[in-house]
């Protein structure tokens, strides 16, 4: 965990170092997820996903950037995520770029739906294509889908610690997809 605190630091100082003599090199913005599903007969089980972001554009295609993830699934199960990016992107005309984010995130889940309380801690690795169309000056939607990457997700329930679940593999369902808005200064 510690070289995730380091990386979170140093992006932070890059763009705090960078920002006097930058024009519109930083970008602020908000991602929203949403996933509904159902089994059977069964109740619908909504998730919801915030995520706040903070990046610095390096040059005409890299990016960096750090983000924050808030998450609901019900009442009872909440998640919290901070992680760091790197992105890479290709112009495709005058507002419109496609791009990739290949970032590492630390993640803690909680679960307080049963008997016992469920919490879990875990970290992830993983690149993550996007869409970024600017519609305004300072302003840009964008949209991610997908992800190919590695996590690994340690149980606790009550005061006894599971096995780790590790996962490697290729993402595509709906709960992949985040679209959002972004600001740039």
Do not use: C
């Not at 929203?32 to 007969?41: E, I, L, Q, R």
């Not at 890479?88 to 307080?112: H, M, N, P, Q, R």
């Not at 294509?129 to 840009?140: E, I, T, V």
């Amino acid at each position: 965990m510690t070289n995730l605190k380091r990386l979170f630091t140093l992006v932070l100082a890059i763009g705090f170092v960078s920002f006097g003599t930058a024009q519109e090199k930083f970008w602020a913005g908000l991602d929203v997820g949403f996933n509904s599903s159902k089994v059977g007969d069964g109740d619908a089980v909504n998730t919801y996903e915030l995520s706040p972001t903070l990046g610095y554009q390096i040059n005409d295609k890299m990016g960096i950037g750090v983000n924050l993830g808030f998450g609901s699934e019900g009442e009872d199960q909440s998640s919290f995520g901070l992680g760091a990016f790197l992105r890479y992107g290709v112009s495709i005309g005058d507002k419109a770029t496609l791009f990739g984010d290949l970032g590492v995130a630390y993640a803690s889940v909680s679960d307080k739906s049963g008997a016992e309380d469920i919490t879990a801690t875990g970290f992830s690795v993983g690149i993550s294509p996007g869409f970024l169309y600017r519609f305004a000056d300072k302003w840009s939607a964008v949209a991610h889908f997908g992800n190919l990457g590695f996590s690994s997700l340690t149980p606790k329930v009550g005061d006894t610690e599971g096995d780790a679940i590790t996962d490697f593999g290729l993402n595509l369902n709906t709960s992949t997809i985040g679209i959002g808005v972004q600001f740039h200064f």
